[in-house]
């Protein structure tokens, strides 16, 4: 058990744009949490930012920086390619790995993740941070409770503009991956895994343009079929004028859905919606309040490092996701 005021100390790995507004932040906000180390390709780059944020170190390689003996765990916010080098170099160090979703290229990386922190005996989480969401637990709680029914179909939906993503590296296949399939598709599918408290069964998924060895497609249709019978399906792409997110659930006694479930720090209504004989019944909407999703996932990271316990979304839940991305990028493209 650790001591009172006990906190874990992290170092960023990839320290971009989403790292200095997102995870720095959180970061900062967490009770548990310490920043004391980034890393950025530029040793210069890195010491100015470090300089900027009041960060006690810095470093140009990731190697350095897990050597490091006052950093006890490292959040991995790279590009999409570098998920599982760092992971390793992490391992043996000795270092806690938060990483960042997609948790790798493939399966065989995700894995090979696994086995490595495993063997070091550090935890591995993969960051989906809706899994900490109020909305994804109540909407689970619904569903599981029978409330609506069997579930025969749900959806998420996520499109954004993503010509105006700072991550130059997002369309580059041998750097992302996949593009809207591996970037966004992985929230909504993980969100659907969790609120059904199910797993994907088989794939079918259509990609435009077909991506290649070095691009990647730019939207996506994802068909997913679920042990228990429910058919689930996502749109994504990132050729949208506007960002939307949407999920969807229909069971035979009722439906529920809800806007935006990846945003923290807001109020988001879940409609729920009862029916019989093809008529409209009861309507209600729960406005519910989620927290910052990124102190709530790093705060509960800590907590597990500090008291040796597992975390909601470890290694085991990102190598699931990566699968079902995996089969989708193969049939699909």
């Known amino acids: 058990m650790a001591a009172e005021g006990a906190t874990v100390r992290y170092g960023i790995l990839g320290f971009g744009h989403f790292a ?3 995870v720095l932040p959180a970061l900062r906000a967490s009770v548990n949490s310490d920043i004391v180390a980034l890393q950025k390709r530029s040793l210069r780059a890195a010491r100015e930012k470090a300089e900027a944020f009041g960060v006690p170190l810095a470093f140009d390689s ?4 897990v050597a490091s003996p006052d950093v006890d765990a490292v959040v991995i916010v790279s590009a999409n390619a570098r998920h599982h080098p760092e992971t390793l170099a992490a391992a043996r160090a000795g270092k806690h790995v938060l990483v960042e979703k997609p948790m790798a290229m493939n399966v065989r990386e995700c894995e090979e993740m696994i086995e490595a922190c495993r063997t070091a005996g550090v935890l591995l989480m993969v960051a989906h941070m809706t899994r900490f969401s109020p909305l994804a637990l109540r909407m689970r709680d619904i569903v599981l409770s029978g409330a609506l029914g069997r579930i025969v179909s749900a959806r998420a939906d996520f499109v954004y503009d993503a010509r105006l993503s700072r991550r130059s590296w997002l369309h580059d296949r041998t750097l992302a991956g996949g593009g809207p ?3 966004i598709g992985v929230h909504c599918l993980d969100m659907l895994r969790f609120i059904l408290d199910d ?8 990609l435009a343009p077909p991506p290649d060895e070095q691009h990647t497609e730019e939207v996506a249709s994802l068909s997913l079929r679920f042990s228990r019978g429910t058919i689930g399906s996502s749109l994504v792409s990132f050729r949208s004028p506007l960002r939307k997110r949407l999920v969807e659930v229909v069971g035979e006694e009722g439906l529920m859905w809800a806007p935006d479930f990846t945003v923290g720090e807001a109020a988001i209504p879940l409609t729920i919606a009862m029916g019989t004989d093809d008529r409209p019944g009861k309507t209600s909407e729960e406005l519910i309040q989620v927290p910052n999703l990124y102190v709530e996932e790093i705060t509960h990271f800590s907590a597990c490092v500090l008291q040796g316990t597992a975390p909601r979304s470890p290694g085991e839940n990102g190598l699931a996701n990566q699968r079902v991305l995996d089969r989708a990028m193969a049939v699909g493209g």
């Open 181 to 183: 399939v591996y970037d």
């Open 62 to 65: 990731a190697q350095d920086l």
């Open 20 to 22: 200095e507004k997102a």
């Open 199 to 206: 797993e994907v069964v088989d794939v079918a998924a259509a």
